[in-house]
């Protein structure tokens, strides 16, 4: 308790120097936190982009790349699937239900999607919830579209515009689909996941829009209006993938074996949770580079606090050699330096656990509306308790250096007055 008391009497003394060190401390833990939330977050986030469904079918292909191109809409399909087969899937046993998305189709920089009024339904994210409708409402014409939010910022549009799909995914396209426009009958709330950057059609219209084309040009001679083929029976004849949710999970393994084992046609089927887990052990080099980078800036701070309590060690000459008059020891002297530490970087690890939550508090709906990160406000982990310990062990150990250049310095030059 005494040398509790003589540190405190000590640090008070230089509070100036003393608080911008606590500071320094503080920020760098806070940021250490900082980055370890983030992370966490973000791979809940990635983790939480797609729940509920139990398997992805599509053609033969990677993994990874079938979860790319259907949930992510990165990149392309190497083939579709064909409408029969996807029939027969719909109609096996295990299916609870079944979503079909068709994709290769554009508009102005956004992938447009086709798919069924049940994708508004069953797809689910952020550990099961719904997708809402900011305005408007699912496909009710055959011309409707449905923007995501950022699709919908992004292009200024709102209900009851009009827009022209293209051909192809470039932002600038000269193979569109002018005779048969679209009309924006809703909005999306965000999400935060790949649905915000989508624009959603019906099925139905994906094959409307194709009915001239063929090999991805239009058909010379041939025209059909859009009232034309509003007539017509638009059953597609292929679709991108499928997303299906089945009635029991015990029952996930054996529809996969069949999709994989199908002979009519090479099909693959995944599961969504083991790819977005593999998909982002590729990505983690970045993440385990943002720890790296805040452990050196809680090192570097460390490292201020070292330097702090040599610049002072000229300053308390006359101090250090008083207390070895009065018969302190090197534990003493050692003592009082590594408690002087210990109390800077327990209140530094203090000052950042509230300065973390008090940014968590208010960057958390900024991250959630602008980012689509999650970032839960709970207490601190139990890997994240052992840090701060280590952060405070590491600060009070680093006063060793300046505990044993104080013990070194002579009575003599303690008392002599310097001009």
Wanted: hydrophobic content about 50%; charged content about 20%; aromatic content about 8%.
């Amino acid at each position: 308790m005494i040398l509790i008391r003589l540190a405190v009497l000590s640090l008070r003394n230089r509070w100036f120097t003393v608080l911008l060190t606590v500071f320094a401390v503080a920020l760098s833990v806070a940021l250490f936190l900082g980055v370890e939330k983030v992370r966490n977050g973000a791979r809940a986030s990635f983790a939480d982009t797609i729940s509920g469904t139990d398997l992805i079918v599509g053609a033969r292909t990677g993994g990874i790349q079938l979860l790319l191109y259907s949930v992510f809409r990165i990149g392309n399909a190497t083939n579709n699937i064909s409408w029969q087969s996807y029939q027969q899937l719909a109609r096996r046993d295990e299916v609870g239900w079944i979503v079909p998305l068709s994709l290769g189709e554009s508009h102005r920089g956004f992938r447009v999607m086709g798919t069924s009024p049940d994708y508004f339904r069953h797809y689910k994210f952020r550990g099961g919830r719904s997708l809402s409708f900011a305005s408007g409402r699912p496909f009710s014409d055959l011309f409707d579209a449905i923007l995501g939010a950022d699709a919908a910022a992004g292009l200024g549009y709102k209900m009851g515009d009009p827009l022209v799909v293209s051909h192809g995914l470039g932002e600038i396209s000269h193979a569109d689909h002018r005779d048969k426009p679209f009309r924006v009958a809703g909005i999306l709330a965000k999400t935060g996941t790949p649905v915000d950057r989508t624009v959603l059609v019906s099925l139905e219209a994906i094959e409307a829009i194709h009915l001239d084309w063929k090999d991805g040009a239009r058909v010379p001679g041939m025209k059909i209006s859009a009232d034309a083929v509003r007539r017509m029976t638009l059953t597609p004849k292929a679709v991108t993938a499928a997303m299906i949710g089945l009635k029991s999970k015990l029952q996930t393994f054996r529809l996969q074996r069949f999709v994989n084992e199908y002979e009519d046609e090479a099909l693959l089927a995944i599961l969504p949770g083991v790819a977005l887990q593999e998909l982002w052990d590729i990505v983690a080099t970045a993440e385990q580079a943002l720890i790296v980078v805040s452990a050196m800036v809680v090192l570097a701070a460390l490292l201020g606090l070292t330097t702090m309590m040599l610049s002072t060690l000229n300053e308390r000459r006359r101090e250090m050699a008083v207390l070895r008059s009065v018969g302190a020891g090197p534990r003493t002297i050692v003592g009082l330096l590594m408690t002087e530490a210990g109390l800077l970087s327990l209140c530094g690890v203090l000052l950042g656990v509230t300065l973390l939550y008090a940014g968590l508090f208010l960057a958390r709906p900024l991250a959630d509306e602008m980012f689509g990160l999650y970032l839960p406000i709970s207490f601190l982990s139990q890997r994240e308790l052992l840090i701060l310990l280590a952060v405070v062990g590491s600060g009070t150990g680093v006063c060793l250096l300046p505990a044993w250049r104080a013990y070194r310095m002579s009575l003599a030059d303690g008392m002599t007055v310097r001009s």
